[in-house]
């Protein structure tokens, strides 16, 4: 149990155009989902947090109208990076929750922009 | 959140017990000790987490002081699949996670 799945796994796009990945929960309902970013040898950094049907929390200097979230059930949330830059190439990891128990994590997008 | 403070590194035998320690003397009184790991590309997998007792699962046991002010995870009997970067962290009920730097253990034939 407590599966959580993201798609696409691995996303190559041209510097200006936007890109949407997909979480997914499998087996359960996620009442809050967050999204974080991994930069080569950091640590995972926390982006945002989001309810189903309210709108995302960010963190202090994530961009909210670059980094567009979606969380519009409780089996899905979907980031957007619009008008995506070469610095915006990055792992990007979801997770989910169920109320205020264990997170668990998706396998991970790993998006390069050229 | 509390910080918590690991090893950079560590080496283990394989087919041996695997102890990582964690020093979180600022912990609170509501927070609990997450351990998460991390292989290499993939996303963080659930370990185990507890308050104040003693935990054990299928993956591991997780061994807290008295005090609370440090830890210990032990994976019984480590095999070269555990190589990973393991995360101590503290949370509040329903709050969010923040990684630290972790330990990077590296299991050897």
């Known amino acids: 149990g407590a599966v959580v799945s993201q798609h696409p796994s691995w996303v190559i796009c041209k510097s200006g155009t936007s890109v949407k990945i997909e979480c997914r929960s499998l087996d359960f309902q996620a009442t809050t989902m967050f999204w974080y970013r991994q930069f080569p040898k950091q640590s995972l950094m926390l982006m945002a947090t989001s309810n189903e049907g309210s709108k995302a929390t960010y963190e202090q200097g994530v961009e909210k109208d670059k980094f567009l979230i979606n969380h519009a059930s409780l089996t899905l949330s979907t980031l957007t990076v619009t008008s995506a830059h070469p610095e915006d190439s990055s792992f990007y990891i979801c997770?989910?929750?169920?109320?205020?128990?264990?997170?668990?994590f998706g396998p991970g997008t790993r998006l390069l922009v050229l | 959140d509390a910080k918590t403070t690991q090893p950079t590194s560590m080496d283990c035998a394989e087919g041996r017990a695997a102890n990582l320690p964690c020093n979180h003397s600022?912990?609170?009184?509501?927070?609990?000790v997450y351990w998460y790991r991390q292989i290499h590309s993939q996303g963080p997998q659930y370990i185990i987490h507890g308050l104040k007792n003693n935990e054990t699962n299928e993956m591991a046991s997780l061994i807290i002081t008295e005090d609370r002010k440090s830890s210990t995870l032990i994976l019984p009997h480590a095999t070269l699949r555990d190589t990973a970067v393991y995360y101590c962290?503290?949370?509040?009920?329903?709050?969010?996670?923040?990684f630290g730097t972790g330990t990077r253990l590296q299991v050897t034939l």
């Open positions: 962290i503290l949370t509040g009920t329903a709050s969010k996670l923040t």
């Open positions: 997770s989910a929750r169920v109320r205020k128990e264990t997170q668990y």
């Open positions: 600022t912990i609170s009184g509501n927070e609990y």
